[in-house]
C-alpha cells in the first residue's frame, strides 16, 4: 500500500508568516490528493482537492501543488484562526491513507 | 443542507462487538459512497473502510479487514458499521463521511463529515 509522509509534524509560525506544510506518497498519486483542516476539539474540513483546487469557501490564503508523489499546502499570510492540525490524503484508490498531520501552531 | 448524525458509541468489553449508524439527511443518499474515518484519541486520522453508492463495492483498511462490516439501507438513508472482535486499539472517534463522487464516480476525497461517535473498548 501507498504510505503518505506529511512534514514537518509540527510547525510554529507567527502571524502573516507564510507557512508550508510538505505530504509525500511512497508511490505516484497524480493529482490524486486532498488536505483537510482540523481545529482543535472539531471534525475535519476539505480545503483542497485535485492537489490544488480549493474548496468553495476556503479563503484564497490557502493553496496546493503537486503532483505525483510531492505535494504542498500553502498559507501565504497566517492567520491566527488557521491554528489547526493539517492532513492530505490520497484517493487513487483504495486504502484512501491520510497523512500523519501537521500541527500548526502560532509563535 | 448535508447533514450526517452517527450514533451507537459508547464503552464495550474487548473481544464484544458495536454496530454504529450513521443517519443522512439532506442529500440523495442512495446516490453518494459513503467512507467512515477513525480518530484515536490524540491521533491522526485514520481511513476505515468505504461503501458504494449501491452497496455492491467495499473496501477496508487493512488494520479492521475481517473484523469490520460496512453496509448501508437506501431505503432509510443509514450507513452502517458492524465491528466485532473489538480491541483497545479500536478506541476512537468514529466519523462517517460523504464521499465527493457521485454514482458510478465514487472513491475520491470526503465533503461533508458528521459529528463523530466515540467508541471505547475497555474492561
Known sequence: DIQMTQSPSSLSASVGDRVTITCRASQGISNYLAWYQQKPG????????????????VPSRFSGSGSGTDFTLTISSLQPEDVSTYYCQKYNSAPYTFGQGTKLEIK | QVQLMESGGGVVQPGRSLRLSCAASGFTFSSYAMHWVRQAPGKGLEWVAVISYDGSDKYYADSVKGRITVSRDNSKSTLHLQMNSLRAGDTA????????????????YMDYWGQGTLVTVSS
Open chain 1, 42 to 57: 472539531k471534525v475535519p474540513k476539505l480545503l483542497i482537492y485535485s492537489a490544488s483546487t480549493l474548496q468553495s469557501g
Open chain 2, 93 to 108: 472517534v468514529y466519523y462517517c463521511a460523504r464521499d465527493s463522487g457521485y454514482e458510478y464516480i465514487w472513491g475520491i
